[in-house]
T-cell receptor, first 109, second 114 residues
Framework: GESVGLHLPTLSVQEGDNSIINCAYS??????FIWYKQESGKGPQFIID?????DKRQGQRVTVLLNKTVKHLSLQIAATQPGDSAVYFC????????FGQGTELSVKP | DTEVTQTPKHLVMGMTNKKSLKCEQH?????MYWYKQKAKKPPELMFV???????INESVPSRFSPECPNSSLLNLHLHALQPEDSALYLC?????????????FGPGTRLTVT
């Protein structure tokens, strides 16, 4: 028979390159956004957050950009490493935290 | 200590069994959460406790029964589950439910219902 699977969007990058993971959010009233990293068999791990009164926030090797006009969030990872391979979820808070569908990042050595 | 712990790590149960999932945090957080996550999907919120009181129930079937015995502990009691309830069950905590506070997640309990 035929099987139908649902696949996560996948981003494949070379080790050392920069990665950009994008996320569209739904509610213009959302006031807080978080990026999580989830490795296989583990719970989501907090990476970086940003409040709606900011456009950009930087952490160690990561930058989050927020464009409220088009309701778009991005996560930039500099000098991507094999250990960055995981599923990345954005989450917006409109009262409760709502997760996006996720992007699977695969880093080629 | 920024750790949320969950036990057991794996659980296999029959549809007539009764079991409980446990979650613990010692960060002084007053908000605790249960999420359900299916493979290749984002976590879905089930319950929110704020100051040990249930504040959100996302229309979860009554075969899932949460309990918050104190500010550090959160349980999820399971009874008469269905095979489609098989999933990763994640616990999380945050300082408060309001305000810009990140949620810290535990490693999850992988539940299989046979």
């Amino acid at each position: 028979g035929e099987s139908v699977g649902l696949h996560l969007p996948t981003l494949s990058v070379q080790e050392g390159d920069n990665s950009i993971i994008n996320c569209a959010y739904s509610n213009s009233a959302s006031d807080y956004f978080i990026w999580y990293k989830q490795e296989s068999g583990k719970g989501p791990q907090f990476i970086i957050d940003i409040r709606s009164n900011m456009d950009k926030r930087q952490g160690q090797r990561v930058t989050v950009l927020l464009n409220k006009t088009v309701k778009h969030l991005s996560l930039q990872i500099a000098a991507t490493q094999p250990g960055d391979s995981a599923v990345y979820f954005c989450a917006e808070r409109e009262g409760k935290l709502i997760f996006g569908q996720g992007t699977e990042l695969s880093v080629k050595p | 200590d920024t750790e949320v712990t969950q036990t057991p790590k794996h659980l296999v149960m029959g549809m007539t069994n009764k079991k409980s999932l446990k979650c613990e945090q010692h960060m002084g957080h007053r908000a605790m959460y249960w999420y359900k996550q299916k493979a290749k999907k984002p976590p879905e919120l089930m319950f929110v406790y704020s100051y040990e009181k249930l504040s959100i129930n996302e229309s979860v079937p009554s075969r899932f029964s949460p309990e918050c015995p104190n500010s550090s502990l959160l349980n999820l009691h399971l009874h008469a589950l269905q095979p489609e309830d098989s999933a990763l069950y994640l616990c999380a905590s945050s300082r408060e439910t309001s305000g810009s506070y990140e949620q810290y997640f535990g490693p999850g309990t992988r539940l299989t219902v046979t």
